[in-house]
Protein backbone atom coordinates (compact mmCIF):
# COMPACT_ATOMS: atom_id res chain seq x y z
CA UNK A 1 0.00 0.00 0.00
CA UNK A 2 0.91 3.56 -0.49
CA UNK A 3 3.06 5.43 2.32
CA UNK A 4 4.59 8.70 3.06
CA UNK A 5 7.03 9.25 5.24
CA UNK A 6 8.32 12.02 7.26
CA UNK A 7 10.51 13.07 10.17
CA UNK A 8 8.53 14.07 12.98
CA UNK A 9 10.67 17.59 14.19
CA UNK A 10 12.94 20.44 12.81
CA UNK A 11 14.53 22.89 14.45
CA UNK A 12 16.50 25.50 12.93
CA UNK A 13 17.42 29.08 13.62
CA UNK A 14 15.80 32.15 11.89
CA UNK A 15 17.47 33.64 8.84
CA UNK A 16 19.10 30.03 8.36
CA UNK A 17 17.15 27.74 5.48
CA UNK A 18 14.75 24.51 6.17
CA UNK A 19 14.93 21.40 4.73
CA UNK A 20 12.13 19.14 5.53
CA UNK A 21 12.09 15.58 3.90
CA UNK A 22 9.59 13.00 2.66
CA UNK A 23 9.96 9.62 1.15
CA UNK A 24 6.72 8.42 -0.72
CA UNK A 25 6.43 4.27 -1.89
CA UNK A 26 4.24 4.44 -4.67
CA UNK A 27 6.00 5.19 -7.74
CA UNK A 28 2.88 5.99 -9.90
CA UNK A 29 2.11 8.91 -7.56
CA UNK A 30 1.12 12.04 -10.40
CA UNK A 31 1.66 15.11 -7.80
CA UNK A 32 3.32 15.76 -4.97
CA UNK A 33 1.98 18.29 -2.74
CA UNK A 34 3.66 19.84 0.48
CA UNK A 35 1.11 21.80 3.00
CA UNK A 36 1.41 23.77 6.16
CA UNK A 37 -0.68 23.73 9.18
CA UNK A 38 -0.58 26.86 11.66
CA UNK A 39 -1.87 26.50 15.15
CA UNK A 40 -5.40 26.33 15.13
CA UNK A 41 -6.11 26.09 11.96
CA UNK A 42 -6.71 23.68 9.11
CA UNK A 43 -4.17 22.77 6.27
CA UNK A 44 -3.31 24.97 3.22
CA UNK A 45 -1.67 23.78 0.31
CA UNK A 46 1.90 25.59 -0.06
CA UNK A 47 3.07 24.46 -3.31
CA UNK A 48 3.26 21.13 -5.35
CA UNK A 49 5.31 19.25 -8.20
CA UNK A 50 4.17 17.45 -11.33
CA UNK A 51 6.10 13.76 -10.87
CA UNK A 52 7.79 14.30 -14.39
CA UNK A 53 9.34 17.46 -12.83
CA UNK A 54 12.43 17.54 -11.10
CA UNK A 55 12.40 20.98 -8.81
CA UNK A 56 10.04 23.63 -8.85
CA UNK A 57 10.86 27.32 -7.28
CA UNK A 58 8.57 29.80 -6.01
CA UNK A 59 9.97 32.88 -3.87
CA UNK A 60 11.78 30.87 -0.64
CA UNK A 61 10.41 27.94 -1.59
CA UNK A 62 12.15 25.07 -3.49
CA UNK A 63 10.85 21.42 -4.23
CA UNK A 64 12.94 18.97 -5.12
CA UNK A 65 11.99 15.45 -6.59
CA UNK A 66 14.37 12.29 -6.97
CA UNK A 67 12.13 9.53 -8.64
CA UNK A 68 14.35 7.19 -8.60
CA UNK A 69 15.00 7.45 -4.74
CA UNK A 70 11.14 8.22 -4.31
CA UNK A 71 12.56 11.64 -2.40
CA UNK A 72 10.29 15.20 -1.76
CA UNK A 73 11.92 17.51 0.05
CA UNK A 74 10.97 21.12 0.41
CA UNK A 75 13.65 24.06 1.18
CA UNK A 76 12.63 27.14 2.89
CA UNK A 77 15.21 29.93 2.27
CA UNK A 78 15.99 32.81 5.32
CA UNK A 79 13.27 31.42 7.34
CA UNK A 80 11.30 33.44 9.60
CA UNK A 81 9.14 32.96 13.25
CA UNK A 82 6.21 32.90 11.07
CA UNK A 83 7.13 29.48 8.94
CA UNK A 84 6.70 27.98 12.51
CA UNK A 85 4.04 25.54 11.68
CA UNK A 86 3.67 21.85 10.89
CA UNK A 87 4.54 20.28 7.22
CA UNK A 88 2.75 17.67 5.56
CA UNK A 89 4.10 15.83 2.51
CA UNK A 90 1.10 14.10 0.88
CA UNK A 91 0.73 12.07 -2.97
CA UNK A 92 -1.98 11.54 -5.32
CA UNK A 93 -2.42 9.28 -8.54
CA UNK A 94 -4.05 10.24 -11.83
CA UNK A 95 -7.08 8.85 -10.79
CA UNK A 96 -9.07 11.41 -9.17
CA UNK A 97 -11.07 9.32 -7.15
CA UNK A 98 -8.00 8.58 -4.78
CA UNK A 99 -7.64 10.29 -2.00
CA UNK A 100 -4.30 12.16 -1.06
CA UNK A 101 -2.05 9.80 1.08
CA UNK A 102 -0.61 12.13 4.03
CA UNK A 103 2.55 11.95 5.77
CA UNK A 104 2.32 12.67 9.59
CA UNK A 105 4.03 15.79 9.52
CA UNK A 106 6.95 17.40 10.36
CA UNK A 107 6.42 20.12 13.47
CA UNK A 108 8.86 23.42 12.40
CA UNK A 109 10.38 25.63 14.85
CA UNK A 110 12.44 28.29 14.56
CA UNK A 111 14.34 29.87 17.17
CA UNK A 112 14.25 33.77 17.39
CA UNK B 1 -15.87 32.62 -1.24
CA UNK B 2 -16.06 31.43 2.30
CA UNK B 3 -14.92 28.18 1.31
CA UNK B 4 -14.88 25.26 3.09
CA UNK B 5 -16.90 25.80 6.52
CA UNK B 6 -17.28 23.48 9.35
CA UNK B 7 -20.37 23.81 11.99
CA UNK B 8 -19.95 23.19 14.86
CA UNK B 9 -16.14 24.76 15.62
CA UNK B 10 -16.61 22.81 19.59
CA UNK B 11 -18.37 20.30 21.21
CA UNK B 12 -18.30 18.45 23.85
CA UNK B 13 -20.25 15.21 24.32
CA UNK B 14 -21.26 12.38 26.89
CA UNK B 15 -19.90 8.78 25.81
CA UNK B 16 -23.09 7.27 23.99
CA UNK B 17 -24.64 10.85 22.44
CA UNK B 18 -25.07 11.20 18.87
CA UNK B 19 -24.07 14.36 17.11
CA UNK B 20 -23.48 15.53 13.11
CA UNK B 21 -20.84 17.45 12.07
CA UNK B 22 -21.91 19.13 8.95
CA UNK B 23 -19.25 20.44 6.40
CA UNK B 24 -19.75 22.77 3.66
CA UNK B 25 -18.44 24.36 0.43
CA UNK B 26 -18.92 26.86 -2.02
CA UNK B 27 -16.35 25.76 -4.88
CA UNK B 28 -18.33 23.45 -6.59
CA UNK B 29 -16.08 20.60 -6.11
CA UNK B 30 -17.01 17.21 -6.58
CA UNK B 31 -14.84 15.41 -4.02
CA UNK B 32 -15.22 16.20 -0.39
CA UNK B 33 -13.45 14.37 2.42
CA UNK B 34 -13.50 13.96 6.50
CA UNK B 35 -10.55 13.51 7.98
CA UNK B 36 -9.51 13.18 12.17
CA UNK B 37 -6.43 14.74 12.89
CA UNK B 38 -4.51 13.26 16.80
CA UNK B 39 -1.10 14.16 18.05
CA UNK B 40 1.52 11.88 16.58
CA UNK B 41 -1.01 10.69 14.03
CA UNK B 42 -1.06 12.95 11.30
CA UNK B 43 -4.46 12.94 9.21
CA UNK B 44 -6.21 10.16 8.95
CA UNK B 45 -8.94 9.72 6.37
CA UNK B 46 -12.54 8.85 7.69
CA UNK B 47 -14.74 8.56 4.93
CA UNK B 48 -14.88 10.53 1.30
CA UNK B 49 -17.57 11.23 -1.05
CA UNK B 50 -16.56 11.24 -4.61
CA UNK B 51 -20.00 13.08 -6.14
CA UNK B 52 -23.32 13.90 -4.75
CA UNK B 53 -25.30 10.54 -3.33
CA UNK B 54 -21.74 8.28 -3.06
CA UNK B 55 -19.42 7.98 -0.36
CA UNK B 56 -16.81 5.43 0.36
CA UNK B 57 -14.69 4.06 3.41
CA UNK B 58 -11.60 5.82 4.81
CA UNK B 59 -8.49 4.19 6.66
CA UNK B 60 -10.64 4.78 9.94
CA UNK B 61 -14.13 4.51 9.52
CA UNK B 62 -15.74 2.54 12.16
CA UNK B 63 -18.73 4.38 14.52
CA UNK B 64 -18.80 7.22 11.84
CA UNK B 65 -21.09 8.21 9.49
CA UNK B 66 -21.95 9.86 6.40
CA UNK B 67 -24.01 11.36 3.58
CA UNK B 68 -23.73 13.57 0.80
CA UNK B 69 -27.19 14.63 -0.44
CA UNK B 70 -26.43 17.19 -1.70
CA UNK B 71 -23.32 18.46 -3.60
CA UNK B 72 -22.30 21.48 -1.47
CA UNK B 73 -22.89 19.31 1.82
CA UNK B 74 -21.00 16.70 3.23
CA UNK B 75 -22.38 15.30 6.78
CA UNK B 76 -19.94 13.61 9.64
CA UNK B 77 -22.09 11.40 11.92
CA UNK B 78 -21.51 9.61 15.03
CA UNK B 79 -23.96 7.76 16.71
CA UNK B 80 -23.09 6.21 19.87
CA UNK B 81 -19.45 8.84 20.57
CA UNK B 82 -17.07 7.02 22.51
CA UNK B 83 -13.76 8.84 24.25
CA UNK B 84 -12.09 7.45 21.37
CA UNK B 85 -13.68 9.50 19.19
CA UNK B 86 -12.18 13.28 20.98
CA UNK B 87 -9.66 14.88 18.16
CA UNK B 88 -10.18 17.39 15.70
CA UNK B 89 -12.13 16.63 12.68
CA UNK B 90 -11.22 18.49 9.59
CA UNK B 91 -13.44 18.53 6.54
CA UNK B 92 -11.94 19.03 2.76
CA UNK B 93 -12.86 19.45 -0.90
CA UNK B 94 -11.09 18.53 -3.79
CA UNK B 95 -10.00 21.00 -6.84
CA UNK B 96 -9.20 19.07 -10.32
CA UNK B 97 -5.34 19.16 -9.75
CA UNK B 98 -5.53 17.76 -6.36
CA UNK B 99 -5.34 20.62 -4.16
CA UNK B 100 -7.24 20.43 -1.23
CA UNK B 101 -9.39 22.82 0.77
CA UNK B 102 -9.51 22.31 4.35
CA UNK B 103 -11.74 23.76 6.81
CA UNK B 104 -11.43 25.99 10.24
CA UNK B 105 -11.96 22.12 11.89
CA UNK B 106 -14.03 21.03 14.89
CA UNK B 107 -12.92 20.17 17.88
CA UNK B 108 -14.73 16.89 19.65
CA UNK B 109 -14.50 16.10 23.39
CA UNK B 110 -16.40 12.80 24.47
CA UNK B 111 -16.26 12.31 28.18
Known amino acids: GEDVEQSLFLSVREGDSSVINCTYT??????LYWYKQEPGAGLQLLTY?????DMKQDQRLTVLLNKKDKHLSLRIADTQTGDSAIYFC????????????FGKGTRLSVIA | NAGVTQTPKFRVLKTGQSMTLLCAQD?????MYWYRQDPGMGLRLIHY???????AKGEVPDGYNVSRLKKQNFLLGLESAAPSQTSVYFC??????????FGEGSRLTVL
Open chain 1, 26 to 31: DSSSTY
Open chain 1, 49 to 53: IFSNM
Open chain 2, 27 to 31: MNHEY
Open chain 2, 49 to 55: SVGEGTT
Open chain 2, 92 to 101: ASRSWIGELF
Open chain 1, 90 to 101: AESYSSGNTPLV
